[in-house]
């Protein structure tokens, strides 16, 4: 039988979240590191990503996200970390 290992430590697709002006501003980017448009399609790895992740750059920033994650639910399936 073989054995299946889970790395948790492999880049995903994520939101970076930052505070601009009082406002939360999420940016796409893929695994890879590259920015994303809004059609979320990387030329660099040529694939269609999903972001699934939001990682924040502050604590500020983490507390705001955690915020609408328990008000909304178009928040409430995104993992949250702190960069």
Same mark, same amino acid.
């Given at each position: 039988m073989t054995k299946i290992i889970e790395n948790n &430590?492999?880049?995903l697709d994520h939101y970076k979240a930052t505070l601009?002006?009082?406002s939360l #501003?999420?940016?796409p980017f893929c695994s890879c590191g590259n920015s994303l448009d809004?059609?979320?399609f990387?030329?660099?790895c040529n694939k269609k990503c999903n972001c699934h992740q939001i990682v924040?750059?502050?604590e500020v920033t983490l &507390?705001? #996200?955690k915020k609408y994650t328990r008000k909304s639910s178009q928040f409430s399936a995104f993992k949250? &970390?702190?960069?």
């Open positions: &430590k492999l880049p601009e002006n009082g #501003v999420m940016k809004e059609d979320y990387c030329d660099k924040c750059d502050n &507390k705001l #996200v949250i &970390k702190l960069a």
